[in-house]
């Protein structure tokens, strides 16, 4: 490992759902990857481990509000929430259910889940199941609030397990319920559960819904089984969509969008830039540009200046950079990095946490991939996305939680 320099500048979040420095649901404040992360001006030779705790089993990755860090896992046959001290592990309650689950099995290998991150706000938190069900506890207290399931859909989850995170904005908890081909995408209300509209024009994919204003309107953006959708979000009217489907229908990259573009991808689905405009009362969306060469499989981009950054499932894992104007390459990384990786911007930090339990620290500006650090997060496979707040990084491995303190 070499000692590295990297400044970590604080950034500044519009309508961000917790207090800045928060991680508050899937990929951070504005689900795009982006951290509100403490001033720093180097790296370690070594991340400190502050502390770690047995954790259970599942993808779901740890969110941060203040002084705790809430985890959402299976431990046995109970799917758990547990709230956690930030700064010693220690918990401080534990909600519990029995969630009888079959995996497909050509998902033996990623386990029962859970597969959805948590939502946290107005001191409530929100858990999305393995088979679908929908939760809301007290943030403070742990106390259960009211659960929603969903026997009006032929199938309550989609084939390999729900994994849309739960989102809240406007007042509306927005999840996609549902399985394959009978589903919904809803919008309730996050006090009581209540339903506030439905949109039924297909079924879950394995993204997480995003919130962002195109066109002058507040929307939903998603990638459903079988389509890229805006709806929005005050009526859950649509308001364009375009086909887009993925082999296996796995259409699990969540949307990241910048200024009027909405950028996806797929497993061996170009890395495509749709650009979303709107006349009058009508919207229109059309592809800016598509890069065949970078393919996403499971991994979600981000962006940082007039660069995106992401992972690409070919040559068996490789970084890289492309210019967010065109989709042009500018730089990748050797193959054979990893088989999944999550991608975390913190100032001009990029960080980049593989599943293989490595986080690389490079810079966002440099002009190719060159790490300045390399730190070992986990002995076992990382497949939740990492969490920054309260000072630390947080990492959910296969069956522990372990913190980081950040310089």
């Not at 928060?22 to 504005?30: A, E, L, N, T």
């Not at 309650?93 to 948590?118: F, I, L, S």
């Not at 969903?150 to 007042?171: I, K, M, N, T, Y």
């Not at 070992?376 to 491995?397: I, S, Y």
Request: one cysteine or more; glycine letters at 12%.
């Amino acid at each position: 490992m070499r000692r590295a320099t990297a400044t970590l500048l604080l950034c500044a979040a519009s309508a961000a759902p917790a207090a800045a420095g928060d991680w508050p649901q899937w990929r951070g404040p504005q689900r795009d990857g982006h951290a509100a992360a403490p001033g720093a001006t180097s790296w370690p030779r070594a991340l400190l481990r502050d502390w770690g705790i047995p954790a259970g089993a599942g993808h779901a990755s740890p969110v941060v509000v203040g002084d705790r860090v809430y985890l959402f896992a299976r431990e046995g046959e109970e799917e758990t929430l547990s709230a956690h001290d930030a700064a010693t592990g220690r918990r401080l309650w534990r909600q519990a259910e029995p969630v009888a689950y079959t995996m497909n099995p050509a998902a033996m290998g990623h386990g029962k889940g859970p597969k959805a991150t948590p939502a946290v706000a107005d001191g409530r938190v929100f858990t999305f199941g393995i088979t679908g069900t929908l939760r809301a506890f007290d943030a403070a207290s742990g106390a259960p609030l009211w659960r929603r399931t969903f026997p009006e859909h032929a199938r309550s989850e989609p084939e390999f397990g729900a994994a849309q995170s739960p989102l809240v904005d406007g007042g509306r908890l927005i999840v996609h319920v549902g399985g394959a081909g009978d589903g919904a995408l809803v919008a309730l209300d996050p006090k009581s559960g209540r339903t506030l509209w439905r949109w039924t024009g297909d079924g879950p994919g394995y993204a997480s819904p995003v919130v962002a204003t195109l066109g002058g309107v507040r929307q939903v953006v998603t990638l459903t089984q079988t389509k890229l959708v805006g709806v929005e979000l005050a009526t859950g009217a649509l308001l364009w969509s375009e086909p887009f489907t993925t082999e296996y229908e796995q259409n699990a990259v969540t949307p990241l969008v910048v200024g009027d573009l909405v950028i996806v991808s797929g497993i061996n689905r170009p890395l495509r830039a749709s650009r979303v405009a709107r006349a009058g009362a009508r919207f229109t969306v059309a592809t800016a540009w598509e890069n065949p060469e970078l393919p996403l499989y499971m991994s979600s981009p981000v962006a940082h200046g007039e660069r995106l950054f992401g992972f690409t499932h070919r040559q068996r894992g490789r970084f890289f950079a492309a210019d967010l104007a065109s989709g042009r390459l500018l730089w990748a990384s050797e193959g054979r990095q990893a088989e999944h990786a999550s991608l975390l911007l913190a100032g001009d930090a990029l960080l980049l946490a593989t599943s293989g339990g490595e986080l690389l620290v490079a810079r966002s500006g440099a002009t190719g991939f060159a790490p300045l650090a390399s730190y070992e997060l986990a002995g076992g496979a990382v497949w939740a996305h990492p969490a920054l707040g309260a000072g630390r990084l947080f990492v959910k491995d296969v069956d522990s939680l372990t913190a980081f303190r950040l310089p």
